[in-house]
């Protein structure tokens, strides 16, 4: 069935350094990706997307590239801020379709520890 | 536009007991999933509301659960006989019509703790 993975945490850095956190997906279409962050007691919100292969999603100095050849959607950050720390979810959804109604599917999720 | 709002927040519950979530989604938004999330796990999916229809339903909803969205606009959770495994953090987010992928705008949960 369709899946993400997603590296597993926590990930403690030290403010200013890179970051980057691993997700891998599975899919049995052409699926969309996502990045949604989780603030300490905060809902979920969109961090950023890609549609397509090669597309580059980017936003607060996060970006990640749809790889399709290694079905991959690695988040990254040049350097990190104490404000960065939460958790970091991947996601993936399917095309709306005959059998797809669009739902999420999440990895488990990353946490973020930014020390200064 | 006030985002999605969900009611209540938190509830504490004994377990044998009914409870019911409230989710009201981004007016406009014909879409509404609901999803759950436990300790350190991803959110997973529940249900999904296309207006008033419910069109998908996961193995996760076992009989106990049940979901309406009668208007097309709100929607309701309901978990009868809760048990203790039912504690966790409950979502739900709406999106927008129209074809393609789009953006779910999430509420702030409903955190359930069954005793």
């Known amino acids: 069935g369709d899946s993400v993975t997603q590296m597993e945490g926590p990930v403690t850095l030290s403010e200013e350094a890179f970051l980057t956190i691993n997700c891998t997906y599975t899919?049995?279409?052409?699926?969309?990706l996502f990045w949604y962050v989780q603030y300490p007691g905060e809902g979920l919100q969109l961090l950023l997307k890609?549609?397509?292969?090669?597309d580059k999603g980017s936003n607060k100095g996060f970006e990640a590239t749809y790889r399709k050849e290694t079905t991959s959607f690695h988040l990254e950050k040049g350097s990190v801020q104490v404000s960065d720390s939460a958790v970091y979810f991947c996601a993936l959804i399917l095309a709306h379709g005959s059998s797809n109604t669009g739902k999420l599917i999440f990895g488990q999720g990353t946490t973020l520890q930014v020390k200064p | 536009d006030t985002g999605v709002s969900q009611d209540p927040r938190h509830k504490i519950t004994k377990r044998g007991q009914n409870v019911t979530f409230r989710c009201d989604p981004i007016?406009?938004?014909?879409?509404l999933y609901w999803y759950r999330q436990t300790l350190g796990q991803g959110p997973e999916f529940l249900t999904y509301?296309?207006?008033?229809?419910?069109?998908?339903k996961s193995r996760l909803l076992s009989d106990r659960f049940s979901a309406e969205r009668p208007k097309g606009s709100f929607s309701t959770l309901e978990i009868q006989r809760t048990e203790q495994g039912d504690s966790a953090m409950y979502l739900c987010a709406s999106s927008p019509p129209g074809t393609g992928v789009h953006e779910q705008y999430f509420g702030p949960g409903t955190r359930l703790t069954v005793t």
């Open positions: 007016s406009e938004h014909n879409r």
């Open positions: 509301f296309q207006n008033e229809a419910q069109l998908e």
């Open positions: 899919a049995t279409g052409y699926p969309s």
């Open positions: 890609a549609t397509k292969a090669d």
